[in-house]
């Protein structure tokens, strides 16, 4: 750690599933490397890597998350019932500083009680949308014409009802755990530092606030064995499933099936499900799980739904991706590839194999192009670590004060 800066008792909290939790693993991580006494509130599956990071593991009262996940309970209420608890658990680490992920408020909240500084970590592209950007998630790309920009501006304030239902539904609940309402319509994330979490390839050109950072990816998986592919030198598509959406293997049944006969090599995972749920043919070789970080560097293509956590693997190892997106964010992610040259997309209302095999050979087609713009990425990538930038961002945030 850079002797200039003073050991810091920092407090982190993430929602529970890997897309949010794994970055924030990777924050503490460095931290923790950098000499910070560092607490993490996520759910209790993580413990044990929270704990042989070096950290100390506060479980997050995860009933109001889920009950939220689940549509039962709106994020803004489960945040205000999570409040008390993770307020008690701020108090007793001490903290200094407080960085929470963008889904998880209680933290934010917490931190604001007891005046402590704060800051949120986008660990995906950055939500909010500037004059003339598509809205975001809506998987339309950045418009080529002024005609495009005036289409979209005029949907601006239409567009922002939504954008102010949740402010209301944001005030609310700071309301209920004794916090004053905020003008912003994006009033969740924090005034004093914005940490997001993404390659700067994949953000439109935009004029960035003073408090906003781009630092990378924050990458961090459980560890995994690497997977030998299927024997010869035709090109290796590698299939990775999200970890929480497909559960009847859509996606991998049909790259299993559309690439039969393709003079390529397929190596899929089903994301720890039952291998017995899939059939693989002759080309092809089916596994249980495997190391992206050790795996993906040998492909010629990455095929996912564009959860950004596997999309940023694979432009961290140069590979180009075809993303099918699921929901969320996923059409965002497959927008900003086909725009930035990292890949090509494939609707998931349109997916099955037939469909799926002309997406495979329409990135086999442009493969020197968009592996050379990946390779790009990587090279980005090696120069700039995500999780030292942002925790040097902290450390700057907390010298501040």
């Known amino acids: 750690m850079p002797a200039s800066h003073a050991p810091l008792r920092v407090f982190l909290g993430a929602f529970g599933q890997p897309g949010h939790a794994f970055p924030m693993l990777?924050?503490?991580?460095?931290?923790?490397?950098?000499?910070?006494?560092?607490?993490?509130?996520?759910?209790?599956?993580?413990?044990?890597?929270?704990?042989?990071?070096?950290?100390?593991?506060?479980?997050?009262?995860?009933?109001?998350a889920q009950a939220a996940h689940a549509g039962r309970l709106s994020p803004y209420d489960a945040a205000a019932r999570a409040t008390a608890a993770t307020r008690a658990a701020l108090r007793c680490a001490r903290a200094e500083v407080v960085v929470s992920d963008?889904?998880?408020?209680?933290?934010?909240?917490?931190?604001?009680?007891?005046?402590?500084?704060?800051?949120?970590?986008?660990?995906?592209?950055?939500?909010?949308?500037?004059?003339?950007?598509?809205?975001?998630?809506?998987?339309?790309?950045?418009?080529?014409?002024?005609?495009?920009?005036?289409?979209?501006?005029?949907?601006?304030?239409?567009?922002?009802?939504g954008l102010e239902l949740g402010r209301l539904e944001l005030n609310r609940a700071r309301r209920s755990v004794g916090l004053a309402p905020v003008r912003e319509l994006h009033g969740g994330l924090s005034r004093s530092l914005r940490l997001v979490a993404t390659f700067p390839a994949?953000?439109?050109?935009?004029?960035?606030?003073?408090?906003?950072?781009?630092?990378?990816?924050?990458?961090?998986?459980?560890?995994?064995?690497?997977?030998?592919?299927?024997?010869?030198?035709?090109?290796?598509?590698?299939?990775?499933?999200?970890?929480?959406?497909?559960?009847s293997h859509r996606l991998v049944r049909s790259a299993l099936a559309g690439l039969r006969g393709l003079d390529v090599r397929v190596l899929a995972t089903l994301d720890r499900r039952p291998l017995a749920a899939v059939g693989a043919g002759g080309g092809a070789r089916l596994v249980n799980w495997m190391s992206y970080e050790q795996t993906m560097g040998s492909a010629a293509l990455v095929v996912c739904h564009g959860g950004h956590g596997t999309v940023a693997r694979a432009l961290e190892?140069?590979?180009?991706?075809?993303?099918?997106?699921?929901?969320?964010?996923?059409a965002e992610n497959a927008a900003r590839l086909d725009w930035a040259g990292l890949g090509v997309r494939l609707p998931w209302r349109l997916l099955c194999a037939a469909t799926l095999r002309l997406a495979v050979e329409r990135a086999l087609d442009r493969l020197p192009e968009l592996t050379a713009n990946a390779a790009q990425t990587a090279a980005w990538a090696r120069a700039n670590d995500g999780a030292t930038r942002a925790a040097e961002l902290i450390e700057e945030l907390a010298a501040s004060r």
């Open 26 to 64: 990777a924050l503490g991580e460095r931290l923790v490397q950098r000499g910070h006494e560092v607490t993490f509130e996520t759910w209790e599956r993580w413990r044990g890597f929270v704990q042989s990071a070096g950290m100390r593991f506060v479980p997050a009262p995860e009933s109001s």
């Open 102 to 161: 963008v889904l998880t408020l209680a933290p934010a909240f917490a931190a604001e009680l007891e005046g402590v500084l704060s800051a949120t970590l986008i660990p995906h592209l950055y939500p909010v949308a500037a004059p003339g950007f598509a809205p975001f998630a809506s998987g339309a790309r950045l418009p080529r014409t002024a005609a495009g920009r005036l289409c979209w501006g005029a949907l601006a304030a239409p567009l922002s009802r």
């Open 202 to 247: 994949l953000e439109y050109p935009r004029r960035w606030p003073q408090n906003t950072h781009v630092v990378g990816p924050l990458l961090w998986e459980p560890p995994g064995p690497r997977c030998e592919p299927p024997p010869g030198d035709a090109p290796l598509i590698l299939v990775a499933p999200s970890t929480s959406h497909d559960p």
């Open 317 to 330: 190892r140069g590979v180009p991706v075809l993303a099918v997106p699921h929901s969320g964010d996923m």
